[in-house]
């Protein structure tokens, strides 16, 4: 299977504070992204439970405690820990046309370097703010900064097969599906089959694919 080489993209990387790798501000298409703060837990909390329904399907469920503000800072002091291990890249999406909206999330996690020089790709677009182009924009960016400034080589993205809107951003832009991974999620008490999808820093180059 051919891979559609990426199309450009206006995207831009803003140094803030001291760690320009793992705590940037990226500039999209129609979003911004930058890590979660404290600030952010109100619509974060509001996302979230307006987008139960939406959500559900696609990942485990979670109880009003798990969107308390107690929970939330912790998720805050583990995503900190993992960005200065360069393990992970959390980032809230926000729709810059909408004077900053929060509108999901997208993160790179399980980050390896050495042979690997990998990451696994998550993202999530609340109920409100589905089909207009926030999750391209926000994928495509956090690809972009994975291979030209973080350095990897190879992104993974996982979706059940009856997501087809995933499957098409994906496909969209330039992931190939490499084959289902049997039970490879627990979503809602049950071990779900996931389809596997990559895309590698030689896809994106102009020429690549055939």
Known sequence: MSTRSAAPLMFQLLQTR??????????AGSVLMRSPQTEDYGAWAGLRRASRSHLNPWEDDWSEADISFAAYRRRLRLWERHRKQGAALPLFVHAADQDETLVGGVTLTNIRYGAARSAILGYWIGADFVRRG???????????????????????????????????????????????????LRINGEWRDHDIYAVTAADRRPGAGG
Do not use: M, W
């Open 134 to 184: 926030y999750a391209s924009s926000a994928v495509e960016g956090v690809v972009a900064h994975a291979f030209d400034a973080l350095g990897l080589h190879r992104l993974e993205a996982a979706c059940q097969p009856e997501n087809k809107p995933s499957a098409r951003l994906l496909n969209k832009l330039g992931f190939v599906r490499e084959g289902t991974a049997r039970g490879y």
């Open 18 to 27: 001291s760690a320009q790798l793992f705590d940037p501000v990226l500039i």
